[in-house]
């Protein structure tokens, strides 16, 4: 099984973090999914899985969880964990092309992106790609969950999005911000 500190170090401008997310922070990146009117929910990178396990056991059957991994050992991992369960969708690629991996699943809009891709670390114009995608993708009550270990992209975002909430999760290695976003209307 692929460790995260292994991977970092194969690759940290993707992986992000040397542990993977503490309890606290999932909670709090969990806290404004609505579960029970929830459709569709996409995770970017979820790398080991953390998210996508509390993501597992909150969500309806029916609600169908399409998870993004650009990282092909986390992408196996993944594969080998869910890929079993009614509604779940592994897919190795980026982010920045979802819409296309919807497509054949009948998915026009999402109700919540989670994100924990490290955009600080990613070149500036692949996070701009990603982040008008997603505001495309997510349906106009839809929501933008991301977690990220510095507020120095808050600008970018807020491009795209407008701010719904802000938390900063301290137990959790690093310390890291939970920001919820709402896509501005075109």
């Known amino acids: 099984m692929p460790s995260f500190v292994e991977e970092f170090f194969r690759n940290p401008a993707m992986v ?8 606290e922070l999932t909670e709090k990146v969990m806290q404004p999914i ?3 009117q929830a459709r569709c ?13 509390a993501l597992m056991k909150r969500r309806r059957p029916e609600t169908v969880l399409v ?10 991992l993944l594969q080998e964990r869910y890929a079993s369960h009614t509604n779940v969708h592994i897919i190795h690629g980026t982010a920045e092309k979802t819409e ?15 994100c924990g891709l490290p955009f600080s670390s990613l070149p500036r114009r692949l996070g701009w790609r990603i982040l008008e995608h997603t505001q495309r993708l997510l349906q106009p009550a839809g929501q933008l969950v991301l977690f990220q270990y510095t507020l120095l992209n808050k600008r970018l975002f807020e491009r795209f999005f407008r701010p719904i909430s802000e938390a900063h999760v301290l137990l959790n290695v ?13």
């Open 16 to 23: 992000g973090s040397l542990v993977p997310s503490s309890p």
């Open 41 to 53: 929910i996409v995770e970017y990178g979820p790398g080991t899985g953390v998210f996508t396990d």
């Open 67 to 76: 998870l993004i991994e650009t990282n092909r050992r986390f992408s196996q």
């Open 174 to 186: 690093p310390p890291a911000y939970v920001l919820v976003y709402a896509p501005l209307s075109s």
């Open 100 to 114: 296309e991996y919807l497509q054949p699943l009948g998915i026009e809009q999402v109700d919540y992106v989670v």
């Open 34 to 36: 609505n579960f029970t």
